[in-house]
């Protein structure tokens, strides 16, 4: 008995040994945002990665410090080859599972072989929580999270709090990592949320166009809204047209996008776009009123009409300037007509500039706010 | 009183699902998606179907010779030691099965949880804790087993619950794009994800109530299939195919992929971690029990605890034999699924026909 | 060892002064009986524990005036003490005993011991009437609505409060005496067409075999009629209510009274039966339903929270959301220990209030707690010692430990808290997984009276449907048959026969 004790007791002293894993909570730096620039091409240390993370002593409530985040840079290889670069400036090691923004520079996006590096390496990597929104800046990724603007303070990170939901405007898309990649490998092109700096502070609009790994074109906010409608993804917008002289501001409150794609004597893709809304403002005179049916029908039929020359022009421009499938017609192809699309996946970029697209909008006034 | 020893249909069913679903699930999407893309779970139903004939071949064996355990019965129709050799050959495959879920389950630990600890440490402190369980009776396995049973659940429940908004279901299509000659090689990479029934080969004597007994096995069986489905469509909603071939464990992975912070669901891995160490502990320790058993009757000793300390050792070694993932899951995983092949196809299938004939003389 | 008594009154009380010598609460009382006060008599009884008035009146007087207790030789001719016992004395409980030792025995339970001169018998006259408690509410386990009356230390008082529950012949009430010295009286009471008979014979079995000195209480006799003493969990249920005694006897178990302890034994006992309270039955359905689930989740509190708040910590900040992160990290910025330190100097500062509150009764004890918890809490918050979650999570620790039913079934989770401690400290969440799943296999493995301890969630009885009675709580509509996991002989409780 007095044996086995005493075997026990050794035997534990392995595990006394170790605690190979523990490094305490207030000992880590908890990145929250990552940039990445280009740097020199075809070297080794071919990028600038910015390492963005929260001063744990400016949070709660007895915060001791103002400073709200510091920024680190460096170049290097690799993004997580960074982090090692910047031990030799920080007292902490770097811990990347909350990691929620990656902004990746100008001048990277346009090199194909050093994005899908990039973007290779976050995917493997088992900390980083594949939800990570990706955003192109315009200029420098280093500049971007270094500007020292006067923000408000969010604890998840402002430019995360900005992006992740759009949940008020269609004017960028949210992408996160694992959305990018899916949309690569199912029609090649994707769709990132652009950054710059206006009036000293943060601007998210637009967007960024990326076709198997690189950038082929930034588009703006009203294309941007087209594009969100047809994917059937705008929550909240407000449509703004002129009804007769006056104008009238409507509030989207629900959208539904359909698509049909048919393989009749070559291809065409059917979009019913149906909104539903109320409206927002029109203008305060005794004699004209917005509580009639004739002038709902006809304010919906303006709106239409502007919505679809919109989403028209854009569609345009995706299939002849860019030929750019990023409504999806081949990914719903890949996963409704198989058959078809093995045939001629291998000369998709030549067929999607010729198909045929038609738009349907319907938009409903449903309400008029509290007056009439 | 409950001094016979025997266990009850419900701890049957559970030990079953319990021992089925284990390492295999990890990888299991993602090996189907390799080969068969989206129709992955045409070859999930089609292996799980396959293996039901065995189960009713072995209760009937059982039936056949009512009472009696599978090593009585085994030495009672064949020569004593040819039997020994067929133990033997089931007593490696159980090792190595094993070694090779020691290995990956310290591996997916080690990339999820613990970075830097040593793998030996894992291993080791898991086999420790395994043999506590493989020491005591049968009846002792089958109360864990039901006391596991609905966490598994519980946690499928909540995968489906809280994928459900995130998900996107049109990359479930295309459904039935089915390329038949690809179907034979996905069964044999499902076949290893439902070996583990043979342990009702151990429990079936002990039933307490034989009638009913199959019916309880076919249901569990059911189950497995319905959670192996319910898994396979989870990850390829949300990965879609194409990501889905790349991941190694998308089962795990997946819950990376769920990310509302408003409602405070955040980096779950925690979660599923902590319910993927109760489902590796329910399938290693009713094997780990199995061995000694075995290793018991070989040397005719009634106390299997004795047998079951001396494997920790040998399966630890064996575990850290290859010296990565890939190898391990090409050498290992390769011999065991022809292990998993003959032991519990052939050898229960013979023994069957051997029982057989000899309760046919024996009539006659 | 019998030594009989002999016909000399001299010779008998001689003896007994022989053996009780030094022993100066044992008395005699010697008087005259019989026609012309002729024949010599004697009481012998310990001062303390008899009943004065009792003796006193109905054995003393009667024989004292009885001027014509017939012819007392006679009668010791003819029928010896008996018509003593049947005409003249009015004590209701009267025995005629042969064996000196046993004399000794009664005399020192509170009998008297009554001797005649030429007599080879003695009566023992039940006259037992020590100082007791009176029957109030238990300390430990109180309820808002239901009786109110609790075990005291007098066995006799006990098995009354449950006979008057059980009004039914059936209820069998058997006395034997356990302890060499102590002869602790225990009475093991069960419903015979009820209970199962294999569980009857393991307690008388597991009874016989007792050899000890002394019991003092009843939780000596559980540690020694256990199945697995080194577990930190018990198998045996205790209580001090009788309506719960009651209650477990019509289940089908076997309940242990014992002398001198106001706790009742119940046997056998899985997780389910030490997860209920009497509450849970004399309240609504729906409230007893919530309620234990919420024990369920203080268990797992009372478990873990400490070992999580070590691994999350330590080991694995990731696993939570991002806002609770910064918030933990910024919360624990100038703490000079470590995680795993922090929590064992926290839990051994509140083990040690908890056990001077404990010593100290009344309002002093009150006063320590509030004043130990909040001040040295707070204070040690300020001065930057420990952060202010570690507070928080010890403090709801404790709650959720004492929110538990069973003193002892709370204990083992307190034992397993610090073994749990220790593992996340070195491994973090895969070692308190580890722990769990031993922790489970070890409560599959325990065994009460060879009834699985974990019964009805591990598979004894789901299928009759017992988890209607621990996992939630089915209105007494749904109970109809009597839980399945002590195999009782006779299952239906309600409804038409």
Redesign the interface.
């Known amino acids: 008995m007095r044996k086995r004790i005493l075997i026990i007791l050794l035997f534990s002293l ?3 040994s ?9 000992q ?1 730096i ?1 990145v ?1 945002d990552i940039g990445v620039d280009l740097y020199e091409k075809e070297k080794m240390n071919r990028f600038i990665v910015t390492y963005q993370y ?1 001063n ?2 400016a ?2 409530k ?3 410090e103002d400073k709200k985040s510091f920024v680190l840079s460096t170049p290097c290889s690799s993004i997580f080859q960074a982090s090692r670069e910047l031990s030799t400036k920080s007292p902490f090691p770097f ?1 990347f ?2 990691v ?1 923004v990656l902004i990746l520079g100008e001048e990277l996006l346009k090199e194909e072989n050093l994005v899908r590096e990039v973007i290779d390496e976050l ?1 493997r990597d ?2 980083i ?3 990570i929104q990706i955003i192109a800046a315009e200029g420098k990724a280093k500049d971007i999270l270094n500007t020292n603007i006067s923000r408000e303070h969010t ?2 990170g402002f430019i995360y709090s900005t992006v ?1 939901d759009n949940k008020t405007s269609s004017r960028f898309t949210s992408q996160t990592l ?1 959305g990018l ?2 949309d690569l ?2 029609s090649g092109v994707t769709l990132i949320p652009r950054i710059t700096i206006r009036d000293n502070r943060y601007n998210i609009s637009g967007g960024c166009i990326m076709k198997n790994y690189k950038q082929i074109a930034w588009i703006d906010e009203k294309e941007n809204r087209a594009i969100s409608l047809l994917n059937n993804k705008v929550k909240n917008e407000t449509i703004d047209t002129i009804y007769k002289g006056d104008l009238v501001s409507y509030t989207v409150t629900d959208t539904r996008a359909n698509k049909k794609v048919r393989i009749d004597d070559g291809i065409k893709a059917d979009f019913s776009i149906q909104i539903e809304g109320y409206l927002q403002g029109y203008i305060l005179d005794q004699d004209k009123t917005a509580f009639r049916n004739e002038v709902l029908k006809e304010m919906e039929e303006v709106m239409e009409r502007e919505v679809k020359r919109e989403v028209e022009k854009t569609i345009n421009k995706l299939q002849k300037t860019y030929k750019a499938d990023i409504i999806g017609i081949g990914e ?1 192809l ?3 007509e ?2 078809e699309w093995k045939k001629i996946k291998g000369s998709w970029d030549q067929i999607f500039p010729h198909i045929e697209i038609n738009v349907s909008l319907d938009i409903k006034i449903r309400r008029t706010g509290l007056t009439k | 009183m409950q001094n016979k020893n025997t266990i009850s249909n419900q701890q049957i069913k559970a030990l079953l699902v319990t021992t089925v679903i284990g390492v295999g699930v990890l990888s299991l999407p993602s090996d189907l998606a390799m080969i068969l893309n989206n129709s992955g779970w045409i070859a999930i139903i089609i292996g799980g179907l396959l293996i039901l004939p065995f189960i009713i071949i072995m209760d009937r064996l059982f039936k056949l010779y009512p009472g009696k355990t599978f090593f009585q019965i085994g030495r009672k129709v064949m020569h004593p030691i040819a039997f020994n050799i067929i133990l033997i050959i089931i007593l490696s495959y159980s090792i190595l099965l094993l070694s090779y879920a020691s290995r990956i389950f310290a591996e997916v630990i080690k990339v999820y949880l613990l970075e830097t600890t040593p793998t030996e440490v894992i291993i080791l402190t898991m086999l420790i804790a395994i043999s506590y369980i493989a020491r005591s009776k049968l009846e002792v396995v089958a109360r864990v087993a039901v006391m596991i049973y609905p966490i598994i659940l519980g946690f499928i429940i909540f995968l489906i619950v809280i994928n459900l908004p995130n998900a996107d279901y049109t990359n479930i299509y295309p459904l039935l794009d089915i390329e038949y000659k690809e179907i034979p090689r996905g069964i044999m990479a499902v076949i290893f994800s439902y070996a583990g029934y043979e342990i009702l080969l151990l429990a079936l004597p002990f039933s307490e109530n034989n009638e009913n007994s199959l019916r309880y096995c076919m249901r569990g069986i059911l189950m497995v299939i319905g959670v192996y489905l319910i898994v396979f469509f989870i990850t390829l909603s949300q990965y879609g195919v194409h990501q889905l071939k790349r991941e190694i464990w998308p089962s795990i992975a997946v819950i990376k992929e769920v990310d509302l912070p408003g409602y405070f669901l955040e980096n779950l891995d925690g979660i599923v971690m902590a319910a993927w160490v109760m489902v590796v502990y329910g399938t290693m320790g009713p094997f780990l029990h199995a061995s000694g058993v075995i290793l018991g009757d070989i040397f005719n000793v009634k106390f299997h605890e004795l047998f079951v300390p001396p494997l920790i050792p040998i399966i630890y070694s064996i575990s850290l034999i290859p010296d990565n993932l890939i190898e391990s899951d090409r050498i290992m995983g390769r011999i065991l699924n022809y292990f998993a092949l003959i032991s519990i196809i052939i050898i229960p299938t013979i023994i069957f026909i051997l029982a057989y004939i000899k309760r046919r003389k024996d009539k006659a | 060892m019998g030594e009989i008594i002999s016909k000399d009154l001299k010779k008998n009380i001689d003896t007994l002064k022989n053996i009780f010598i030094d022993c100066d609460d044992i008395s005699y009382r010697f008087i005259d009986i019989g026609k012309d006060k002729k024949r010599e008599a004697c009481f012998v009884f310990s001062d303390g524990l008899i009943d004065k008035v009792l003796i006193g009146e109905y054995a003393i007087q009667l024989l004292l005036t009885l001027s014509d207790s017939g012819d007392v030789e006679l009668n010791l001719k003819s029928s010896g003490l008996e018509k003593i016992a049947k005409e003249s004395i009015a004590i209701p409980g009267i025995k005629e005993e042969k064996d000196l030792d046993k004399v000794v025995d009664a005399v020192l339970s509170g009998e008297t011991a009554f001797f005649v001169d030429k007599a080879d018998k003695a009566l023992i006259l039940s006259s037992r009437g020590w100082p007791t408690r009176g029957v109030g509410e238990p300390d430990t386990e109180t309820v808002v609505r239901g009786p109110r009356e609790g075990f005291t230390e007098t066995l006799k008082i006990n098995t009354t409060l449950v006979r008057r529950r059980i009004r039914d012949p059936k209820l069998k009430i058997k006395n034997i005496q356990i302890g060499r010295r102590s002869k602790t009286d225990i009475a093991i009471m069960y419903i015979e067409d009820i209970v199962s008979g294999g569980i009857l014979k393991e307690v008388n079995g597991r009874l016989d075999k007792i050899d000890i000195d002394a019991i003092l209480d009843s939780s000596m006799l559980e540690f020694l009629i256990e199945d697995n003493y080194l577990s930190p969990f018990p198998q045996i249920e205790n209580t001090e209510r009788p309506d719960t005694l009651a209650a477990s006897l019509y289940e089908g178990r076997v309940g242990i009274l014992v002398d001198n302890s106001p706790f009742a034994l119940i046997v056998p006992a899985t997780i389910g039966t030490l997860s209920q309270s009497a509450e849970d039955y004399y309240s609504r359905w729906t409230i007893s339903t919530i309620i234990r689930w919420v024990r369920l989740f203080a268990a797992f509190l009372s478990l873990l929270a400490p070992a999580l708040y070590i691994a999350i910590t330590s080991f694995h900040p990731g696993l939570i959301p991002t806002v609770l992160t910064y918030y933990l990290g910024a919360s624990r910025v100038n703490v000079p220990f470590p995680a795993v330190i922090e929590a064992y100097l926290m839990e051994l500062t509140l083990e040690l209030l908890r056990e001077s509150g404990t010593r100290i009764a009344g309002p002093i004890g009150t006063t320590i707690g509030i004043v130990g918890g909040l001040i040295i809490g707070q204070a040690a918050v300020e001065a930057g010692i420990v952060s202010p979650l570690m507070i928080i999570i010890v403090a709801v620790t404790t709650i959720a430990s004492f929110s538990l039913p069973s003193y002892e079934w709370a204990s083992g989770f307190r034992f397993c808290r610090f073994i749990f401690m220790a593992l996340a400290g070195i491994l973090g969440l895969y070692g308190i997984m580890l722990g769990i799943v031993v922790l489970s296999t070890h409560f599959a493995r325990l065994e009460s009276f060879g009834i699985p301890f974990s019964a009805p969630y591990s598979g004894l009885g789901i299928e009759e449907g017992d988890l209607k009675d621990t996992l939630v709580k089915a209105p007494i509509q749904k109970l109809q048959l009597r839980p399945i996991f002590t195999f009782p002989k006779n299952r239906r409780r309600m409804g038409k026969r």
């Open positions: 392995i595990f006394l170790g605690c190979w894993d523990k490094v305490e909570i207030e880590r908890f929250s929260p744990i002593n949070i709660g007895n915060a001791t811990y599972k909350h929620k995917n088992t900390k929580n594949k939800k604890v998840d992740k694992t990649i899916s490998d199912f719903h890949s996963k409704f198989p058959k």
